[in-house]
């Protein structure tokens, strides 16, 4: 670390421990300036009252430039503070940091913060979404994270005598979680959930699921997966869709009436004919997607500032995921994509307030982003890693610069320009890996490392075999090690030869006419009722609040509701946590 650096921090560490009034704290992890650990007290009045906090604190290389990386070690329950990984949704800590600020000026803010969470700008939904609608129990749920896990007196959340312990909390949530699962596959209607989740996972909705399996008569074999012979899948698919050509025959009844004809069946007197339905091919969903994958790489260009290329990735990533479950036909991917962008800048801590995010794009609000959020990560199974081959790719640079130094690569040295060359061949490669593998399926088909030389392959030929030949020569020479290394370098070259075929469609004025032609028959055969994800979610919020029918009826429609919400497009931070009465 530059000595400039070192002695400010130094200077910040001896100032935090010279005032003795200071409730913030913070020392070295080991001999390093690099790596720091902060504590404070909570601040009184709040949930946390009386609890310790520890926040890990890691100094980039440009500090004071720019802002320390934070994180609680602490679990603590709080909207602006993930429950999971301990970060940090703070201004101070991102677009509002200055080089006069300070550990401590950061760490003032940290307690601040537990003193105003803002649950309208969150890092953790789940909990924003619960001091919004359910504050008692945000405040209850609070205090038992402080006394589990920051030491605060138990007294927050009642003695033995008299309140409850942490203990009968626990029973109780545990409790309560149970009566939420049990009135959650009431929906299957006794079916096994899982023989219902394959149809819901083609975009049905898991209510319509049931009727059609009440309708064809299917066993529930007492709540046991199974599976159905061929002739039962197709009576119960022939069912959903006919659900969903009837959608089709509604909007297209609507749209003659708007267009001024009375009779929507002119068909020479004769009954409604089927309206027949020309759908996408397996081939024209695939260039719909990606399509949307090269408008998201567009978006991330138009933003300012500019998000870097690594967050446009996982949002492409987390575009092709949703779609292995979901169909274009179903959900558009201009429904998707803002959604999956923002997502990825939570994700990768690229923190973009979303208003800002809306305002930098055109005809496009916060509920478009909101909406589908729920959906999008239930797509994607709640899995928003992503990893990439963009940091292998510098690190393998840094080594082959190294190993021609040295004079492991061959021909390939120093004296003959070898800094130069893998230099451009890193270039080529970086360019593959933020188009061609992101328009790809490579990174369904193999892992980050393979992808980075595969690019590299590409890119130069001869310089990756000569690295891989260097680095693989330390297997054993015997016939597995030999089938080891074949089939190394086999999958790298299949990888490779992935990337080079792919041609971007902008290139090739036939493909451009080609996705105008596919655009025109997906605004045909897409879904009516899932035109308008926004209007969808309205709809259920209204409908939900005016309640009617039976108190009966108004707790099976509540179900309802909150399984549709769970399990499709509706709330953006997912189900309430509160217990649910049997």
């Keep these: 670390m530059a000595g400039q650096k070192a002695r400010r921090l130094a200077k910040e560490l001896a100032d935090i421990r010279a005032d003795s009034e200071t409730t913030v704290f913070a020392e070295t992890v080991g001999d390093s300036l690099t790596h720091l650990r902060g504590t404070f007290k909570a601040p009184s009045g709040t949930p946390y009252e009386g609890g310790n906090y520890e926040v ?8 004071p430039f720019k802002p320390p ?55 953790d939904a789940v909990v924003a979404q619960q001091m919004i609608k359910d504050p008692k129990e945000f405040e209850r749920q609070a205090k038992t994270w402080a006394v589990t896990y920051a030491g605060a007196p138990k007294s927050l959340i009642g003695e033995s005598s ?49 009727e059609a399996f009440n309708y064809v008569g299917i066993d529930r074999n007492e709540g046991q997966d199974y599976e159905l012979e061929e002739a039962y899948m197709g009576d119960i698919t022939a069912r959903l869709l006919e659900r969903v050509k009837a959608a089709f025959r509604r909007a297209q009844a609507a749209k003659s009436s708007q267009n001024g004809s009375n009779d929507p069946l ?134 082959m610069n190294v190993m021609a130094e040295e004079g492991l690569l061959g021909n390939i040295s120093t004296s003959t320009g070898s800094a130069k060359r893998i230099g451009q061949a890193a270039d080529r490669a970086k360019k593959l890996l933020a188009t061609a593998a992101q328009l790809t399926d490579a990174y369904f088909l193999y892992t980050p490392s393979q992808i980075w030389l595969a690019a590299m392959m590409v890119a130069d030929k001869e310089l990756v075999e000569i690295y ?81 029918g039976s108190d009966t009826e108004k707790a099976l429609k509540k179900r309802k509701l909150e399984r549709e919400r769970r399990e499709k497009d509706g709330d953006v931070f997912g189900p309430e946590l509160k217990d649910i009465q049997s």
Excluded at 182 to 206: C, E, Q, S, T, W
Excluded at 504 to 522: T, V
């Design 56 to 63: 890990s604190i890691k100094i980039p290389n440009e500090y």
């Design 468 to 548: 891989l030949e260097q680095k693989l020569s330390q297997l054993q020479a015997n016939d597995h090690g030999t089938v080891i290394k074949e089939k190394i370098v086999s999958t790298i070259v299949a990888c490779a030869a992935l990337l080079e075929a792919y041609r971007s469609p902008n290139d090739d004025a036939s493909q451009r006419k080609e996705m105008r032609r596919i655009g025109k028959k997906l605004t045909v055969c897409q879904d009516p009722e899932k035109l308008d994800i926004v209007a969808v979610a309205r709809a259920k919020a209204a409908e939900k609040r005016e309640g009617e």
């Design 69 to 123: 990386v934070m994180k609680f070690v602490t679990k603590i329950w709080h909207p602006n503070i993930s429950s999971v990984t301990g970060a940090i949704c703070l201004d101070t800590l991102s677009t509002g940091w200055s080089p006069v600020l300070t550990i401590k000026a950061a760490m003032i803010s940290l307690q601040s913060l537990l003193n105003s969470p803002e649950p309208k700008d969150p890092q």
């Design 266 to 399: 002119e068909n020479d007197g004769q009954g409604e004919t089927p309206v027949e339905i020309q759908t996408l091919t397996v081939d024209e969903e695939l260039k719909i997607v990606e399509w949307g994958c090269s408008k998201m790489q567009d978006m991330g260009e138009a933003m300012n500032p500019r998000i870097p290329s690594h967050v446009v990735a996982t949002a492409i990533q987390y575009l092709r995921r949703f779609y292995l479950t979901n169909s274009p036909m179903t959900y558009h991917p201009k429904q998707i994509i803002a959604c999956a962008l923002y997502l990825a800048t939570k994700a990768d801590h690229f923190y973009i307030s979303l208003s800002k995010f809306v305002a930098e794009l055109e005809d496009l609000t916060e509920d478009n982003v909101k909406a589908p959020e729920f959906l999008l990560l239930q797509g994607l199974r709640f899995t928003l890693d992503v990893r990439h081959p963009m940091k292998g790719l510098a690190g393998g640079h840094i080594e």
């Design 162 to 210: 008299g309140g409850s312990t942490a203990e009968s909390i626990e029973k109780a949530e545990k409790a309560s979680k149970e009566r939420e699962a049990a009135a959650n596959m009431a929906v299957y209607d006794g079916y096994n959930k899982d023989l219902i989740d394959r149809f819901v996972h083609m975009g049905f909705d898991v209510e319509r699921v049931v």
